[in-house]
DNA sequence: ACCTGAACACCGTTCAAGT
DNA sequence: ACCTGAACACCGTTCAAGT
């Protein structure tokens, strides 16, 4: 299903949506996008709905509580990673593109401040707007693992879901660190190369 | 410094608390302790006083913010953590012992629900309360790594930072995931033996 | 069918008055 | 010097009234 069919129609009755709750789900779904990208997360509902010129009980109507706004936003730019994902499933060297999208996914979780938390607590609460996230990125990463495995270049008993909790625990506390902008890469070697002497 | 020197004297003034100031803070971090362990750091600071039997504003008093109020209770706790990395010093396998360790840390990270996320918050903050609770924790740590590097079982090119950064995303990930009591032996497995075929 | 915003509930924090 | 708790500010959420 597309970001515009979701928008297009009323997740509950499956009916088309009547024009102007259209009209507000995409206005309200856009400045909840830049407000979080400027001020995280954790910015009052109350101001993404003035700005989308509606009223707060319109923002509840569409999106019941916060993570439910936070999973369709980040829904709505699932794209450009799934993207990246084919685009390094046909990278010359398939450990390097496993770990480079690891790398994307991290980046991609740090435009928002606040998202990774959310996305961690999310799979707690079992969201269903943040796990419908989640499986096209566990299907994407799954892909270029699988490579990566038989191209022998990555152990075999490694399992995706583990690997993406690690990728979501490292991409939380890169964002807790905004003064060390070589963490991530730091985090991503040592997951690759290990404690282990070799 | 312990943490009796702590409670007894006034951390801005140096001098000694009255007696009843002393009673008070005891007490507010006896009732913090169990209220935390019972329903996590975010529970109201209201029911913690009144359990304490003293009002709001004497919280506020003696912990300037939540923050500090978590960090008091850690270090209280710190002892059994230290005690246990130097147990470990000695133990046959110096890899073994600091994978042991680090399991120890992430579950005494688990003991209260939103531990692990506070601390992590916090070093991004600089809050003292918190800062003095990791540098103890750095050191255990820093000697356990040293001991394994020497013996030649870790690589040398690891940093303690970069590891503690690592287990505390790991115990913030396990906090999440309830249902899964073998993540955090998988994740630090992982961790261990790193992605990389052998 | 959808929108509105006043109203409610809740919680963190402060500060004037009291001991 | 310390304690108290009413008062304030803020924010998430609901729901009766309106279009």
Chains 1, 2 share one sequence.
């Not at 509950?12 to 990208?37: G, H, I, Q, V, W």
């Not at 509580?65 to 699932?78: H, M, P």
């Amino acid at each position: 299903m597309t970001a515009e069919a979701a928008q297009g129609y009323d997740v509950r009755s499956a009916r088309p949506k009547r024009a102007d709750a259209r009209r507000n789900y995409e206005r309200l779904l856009a400045e909840a996008r830049t407000a979080f990208t400027e001020h995280g997360t954790d910015v009052a509902l109350e101001d993404i709905a003035r700005r989308a010129g509606v009223g707060i009980g319109t923002l509840y109507r569409h999106f019941p509580n916060r993570t439910a706004l936070i999973g369709a936003v980040f829904y709505g730019e699932l794209d450009a990673l799934l993207a990246r994902s084919r685009e390094l499933a046909r990278a010359p060297q398939p450990c390097r593109a496993l770990i480079d999208w690891l790398r994307a996914v991290i980046d991609h979780a740090g435009t928002y401040r606040g998202l990774s938390r959310a996305f961690l607590c999310a799979a707690a609460e079992g969201s269903a707007e943040l796990t419908r996230c989640s499986e096209p990125i566990h299907r994407a990463g799954s892909a270029l693992l699988t490579r990566a495995q038989q191209a022998g270049s990555v152990r075999a008993d490694v399992e995706i879901a583990d690997l993406m909790q690690l990728t979501n625990a490292i991409a939380l506390a890169v964002e807790q660190s905004p003064g060390d902008p070589g963490l991530a890469d730091r985090l991503l070697t040592l997951t690759f190369t290990g404690l282990k002497a070799r």
